[in-house]
């Protein structure tokens, strides 16, 4: 059974469908990137599988063992999140609170998780430092560690290196791919970034107001929609 299914969703705002005939089955262990212009429906449809808003027709399911409230979600940056008054240990730690409370409580388990992902993306020297004093690529670190405290299944990103240089950019794209492929964790990614992710994608999905491809990121690049989309692509 695979691990997430969208059988002929649409997704409405005050009864108009913006997002339109999304179908596609997506196994544990890939890695699918989700493309197209602004307002194609990408951000709906991130809404929809973490299911802060319900499709009109159509249904959105797990499989596979995966319960929805085990989706590891990585937001878009914004500048109110930079600010974070907290230290990197708090920040990642609050990824295993699935349940808020306050005060906080956290279990020996919560504490080893977070820091065996402080350590799996090199966090560890940074623990104490506080959040809001970090450099861009140092804070998607910690975020990203955050999302893992949050799941071992299913990591969601939104636009995970906006703001980045190229080098932090990089080294942020190693770091989804290790996640992937060493810790088996599938990884669902809403970029404008296609050139990049190319050699790590196992899957693309391409929104314009409905669902134009899904399919394995080889027979993407065959289709038309592919070498539209990739014109001018240095691949
Ligand atoms: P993307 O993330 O690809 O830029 P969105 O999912 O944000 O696309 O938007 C898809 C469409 O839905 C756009 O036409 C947008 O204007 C519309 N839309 C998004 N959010 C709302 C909302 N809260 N109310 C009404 N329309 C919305």
């Not at 955050?146 to 980045?164: H, I, M, Q, S, Y």
């Not at 196992?202 to 539209?228: C, N, R, S």
Request: hydrophobic share 35%.
């Amino acid at each position: 059974m695979a691990l997430l299914t969208c059988s002929d969703v649409t997704f409405s705002y005050e009864g108009i469908p913006v997002l339109t005939d999304v179908n596609f089955a997506l196994e544990a262990g890939s890695y699918l990137c989700i493309v197209g212009e602004n307002g194609s429906g990408k951000s709906t449809l991130v809404k929809g599988l973490l299911h802060l808003k319900n499709p009109s027709t159509g249904s959105i399911t797990t499989g596979d063992g995966l319960h929805p409230s085990e989706i590891g979600y990585l937001p878009q940056q914004t500048a109110a999140q930079k600010d974070f008054p907290a230290s990197v240990w708090e920040v990642v730690l609050s990824g295993r609170q699935n349940h808020p409370h306050f005060p906080p409580f956290y279990t020996k388990a919560d504490k080893e998780d977070a820091l065996r992902n402080m350590e799996l993306l090199d966090l560890l020297p940074l623990k104490k430092r506080c959040y809001r004093d970090l450099s861009g690529g140092q804070q998607q670190r910690v975020l990203l560690a955050r999302a893992l405290c949050a799941t071992k299944k299913l990591l969601l990103l939104d636009e995970p290196v906006t703001g980045l240089d190229p080098v932090m950019t990089n080294e942020m794209y190693q770091l989804i791919r290790r996640i992937n492929r060493e810790q088996n964790v599938t990884i669902i990614m809403v970029s404008h970034d296609i050139r990049n992710i190319l050699p790590d994608a196992t899957h693309i999905l391409q929104l314009d107001q409905k669902q134009v491809f899904f399919g394995p990121m080889d027979e993407y690049l065959k289709t038309e929609a592919g070498k539209q989309f990739l014109g001018g692509a240095d691949l």
